[in-house]
């Protein structure tokens, strides 16, 4: 059974830095893709940042790019998104998800599409106060 957890959510205020992290049980993120999604209140679930099998193909929704950074350790199974220069619209619950291996070997950062991913962590949330 596969199972991912997120880490890391937490009150932050504006121009604050988190770091969060998505480990999994049952599944090894090496050679899979990895996505992070959040969820505002009142608002649907968008694709922040997500990455193919390989680390060269990234993908930054253009209101985190330069602020935001996807990356994955596969020695300790992990993956995080560190979030820098925080703004109150950052908030939000956020979710680390994965593809498999067939979908993340021709990721070509063209963006993070929900139904490529098929394993899905509970969520941290983040809130940045203004």
């Known amino acids: 059974q596969v199972q991912l957890v997120e880490s890391g959510g937490d009150l932050v205020q504006t121009g604050g830095s988190l770091r969060l992290s998505c480990t999994a049980s049952g599944l090894t993120f090496d050679g899979y893709g990895i996505g992070w999604f959040r969820q505002a209140p009142g608002k649907e679930r968008e694709g922040v940042s997500c990455?193919?099998?390989?680390?060269?193909?990234?993908y930054y929704t253009e209101s985190v790019s330069g602020r935001f950074t996807i990356s994955r350790d596969n020695a300790k199974n992990t993956v995080y998104l560190q979030m820098t220069r925080l703004k109150p619209e950052d908030t939000a619950v956020y979710y680390c998800?994965?593809?498999?291996?067939?979908?993340?070997?021709?990721?070509?950062?063209?963006?993070?599409?929900?139904?490529?991913?098929?394993?899905w962590g509970q969520g941290t949330p983040v809130t940045v106060s203004s």
């Open positions: 998800a994965a593809s498999p291996p067939w979908i993340a070997t021709v990721f070509s950062g063209d963006g993070c599409k929900e139904y490529e991913y098929d394993w």
């Open positions: 990455m193919g099998s390989s680390t060269d193909s990234t």
